[in-house]
Every structure is written in C-alpha cells, then in structure tokens.
C-alpha cells in the first residue's frame, strides 16, 4: 500500500515533467546548432564564448521571473488579460524586466572584460563586447517579453495555467532567441563578418 | 533583484571562462558546442521543476524532511528517472543533428556516454542542492518560491557545465 503511493506520486511527477523537458531540450538542441555553426564568430571575437553562458542564463532568471510576476497578478486578479499599454502594473514589471537584463548583460561583459584582461588572456576592446552583449540583450529582450506577456494572456484566457507554460516557454524559446540574436548584433558590430 | 542578478551573473562568467578555457576541444568537435546549451538548459530545467514540486509539496504542508516521505522521495526518484530518459535521448539527437550538420567526429558512442553520464551526475547534484536549499529556506523561514528556484537553477546550470567538461576531458 504505502509503496504503491510511492510509485504513484514518482510516476506523476515524471509523467507532468517529461513533455516540457523535452520541449525545452529540443529548443536546447537548436540553440546548440546555432552556436555550433557559430564557430567562426567565436574564434574571431575572443571573449564571446565567455559571456556565452552568463547571456543565457540571465533570460532565464529575468523573463523567467517577468512571466512568474505576471502569471501571479493574472491568478490575484490584479490583471487583465488583454494586451493594454495601459496597464501600469504590466509596464513596471515589463520595464523593469528588460532594464534588469541589459544591466546584467552589462555586467557580464564588463566583468569578462576585465577577467580576461587581468589573466592576460586575448580578448576584444571593452566596448565592442559590451556593444554585442547590449544589442543582443536589447532585440532578444524585445521579443522574448512579447512572446512571454502573448503566451501567458492566451493560456490565461483559455483555461491553461500560465505557471507550467512560462519555465519551459523562456527556457525553449530563450536560447534559441538569445543566440540568434547574438549572431546578428555581432554581424551589426562587425560590419557582415 | 540587481544584487542577486550580478552575483548570478558573475557566477555565470566564472562558467564562461572556464568554458573558454576548453575552446581548442569545443572548435575541434561541433557537437560538443552544440551540447553546451542543452546541458545548461536540461539542467536548468530539471532543478527548476524539482524545486517549484518541492516548494509547492512545502507550501501544502505534504513536505517532511524524512525518508519515509513519499513527496520528498518520489520527487528525489522522478527526478533521477526524468534525467536518465532525456539525457540518452539528447545524446541520439545531438549526434544526429552533427553528423548532418557538421562532420562526424564523435561516434554516437562516446556522445552518449558523455550525455548519459553528464545527467546522471548532473541530477544527483540536483536533488542535493535542491533538498539543502529547501531545508534552508524552511529553516530560516524564507519562501521557498523566492529563494530555491533561482539558486537551484542557475547551480544546476553551472554544474552542469563543470561534469560536462570534465567528462569530456576524461573520455576523448
């Protein structure tokens, strides 16, 4: 008896996990096609892959919590479901969101920078590491919120709870977005590559 | 939500670093590099979803940090098998995908070594990190929702990276 509830919660807890880790190591596999064809790039611009992991985990933890924050006002009641420009609360968490990532997206290449530098390590000017990271930063954070505020709306209005969607939507769509976009504000910084 | 974030943020350039310092190796083998994002997402996401079961379990009252207790244990063991089916399977994609994108360097073989064996260690370090920070928030009388989550995942993550690395070192 007591073993069969065991086997019963084990196997619910894998059963509700198993299509958003798969969704979001699918996502995982084409961001990886995408920085494997990125080899070129990253040999060309020392200090890139350093900032590589820093840059996608800080989408994880800002919209991650964005689309957290949202979801909770959705299920309180302080939102409304609509697309609004309006909406004060929306706005803040938003704008917030997005200053938080290009601040932390600062950071991480100011910090690599001057790691990389100290270690004697080869890596490219200040600025242009920074310029990537803040371009970068900028396009994927723009549609990442649209597709995190749409999603959680849609799911919200029909009946879905935003909360198991939002984790395994930022973590799918986020690296393939955030290294898309890497590679083409490195295009942008570096003049077509 | 700054200090945390650059606090991550420089734990996640120390990562980088360590990262770079492999970057003859990733060059060389594509499919390598193609693994870097969906270890750190897998893993990420396996510690995110462990924590936001337990905080919820803790929240309910079901929680109890005893091993007779079928919440904690069977999240502990779902966890363990969602790593052991997903991260094989990766291995067979990832190969895949290199082999026609890129030229096939690894043999299928040694990608699902690295992949199987990454998770395996990838979520024992999980449940680990996950089971001290929810019994630390419990005790310091914290939310779990605010404070697990975030640390789960992004030392997940990192580690992730670091059994990665070091079983590519100690394979190829």
Same mark, same amino acid.
């Given at each position: ?35 494997? =064809? ?6 060309? #611009? ?25 979801? %909770?006002?959705?299920?309180?009641? @302080? ?17 917030? =969101? ?92 570096? *003049?077509?590559? | ?18 990262? !770079? ?22 893993? *990420? !996401? ?18 109890? @940090? ?9 999240? #502990? ?5 969602? !790593? ?10 990832? $190969?895949?995908?290199? %082999? $026609? ?16 064996? !990454?998770?395996?260690? #990838? ?50």
């Amino acid at each position: 008896m007591i073993n069969m509830n065991l086997r019963k919660l084990t196997l619910q807890a894998y059963l509700e996990a198993l299509p958003a880790l798969v969704l979001s190591s699918l996502g995982g596999i084409i961001a990886g096609l995408i920085l494997g =064809s990125m080899t070129n790039e990253l040999q060309s #611009i020392p200090g890139l892959l350093v900032l590589i992991p820093a840059l996608l985990a800080i989408r994880g933890n800002v919209y991650g919590s964005l689309g957290a924050r949202i979801s %909770t006002g959705l299920h309180q009641g @302080f939102i409304e479901p609509r697309i609004s420009f309006s909406d004060q609360r929306v706005n803040a968490a938003v704008i917030a =969101s997005f200053l938080n990532a290009l601040f932390a997206a600062a950071i991480g290449a100011t910090f690599a920078y001057f790691l990389l530098t100290l270690s004697a390590e080869p890596v490219v000017p200040l600025q242009i590491l920074l310029s990537i990271a803040l371009i970068a930063g900028i396009l994927s954070g723009t549609v990442l919120i649209t597709a995190v505020i749409s999603v959680i709306f849609t799911a919200y209005r029909n009946g879905l709870n935003p909360d198991t969607i939002v984790g395994p939507l930022v973590a799918t769509i986020g690296d393939i977005f955030g290294l898309s976009f890497l590679l083409i504000a490195v295009r942008i910084i570096m *003049g077509g590559g | 939500m700054l200090p945390i974030l650059a606090a991550l943020t420089s734990l996640e350039i120390a990562m980088g670093l360590v990262l !770079s310092s492999f970057q003859s190796t990733l060059f060389y083998y594509p499919s390598l590099l193609i693994l870097v994002p969906v270890i750190i997402g897998t893993a *990420g !996401s396996l510690g995110s979803t462990l924590s936001a079961r337990l905080s919820t379990a803790f929240h309910l009252g079901l929680l109890e @940090f005893r091993y007779d207790n079928h919440h904690l244990i069977g999240n #502990i063991l779902s966890t363990i098998a969602l !790593s052991i089916t997903i991260f094989p399977l990766i291995g067979i994609a990832t $190969w895949a995908i290199a %082999t $026609w994108a890129f030229e096939p360097i690894l043999s299928p073989f040694q990608i699902l070594s690295i992949t199987t064996l !990454s998770g395996l260690l #990838i979520s024992i370090f999980t449940v680990i990190v996950a089971l001290v920070t929810t019994y630390g928030s419990y005790r310091l009388k914290l939310d779990p929702d605010d404070v697990v989550i975030p640390i789960v995942t992004n030392l997940s993550d990192v580690f992730g990276i670091f059994v990665f690395l070091a079983i590519v070192l100690l394979l190829l």
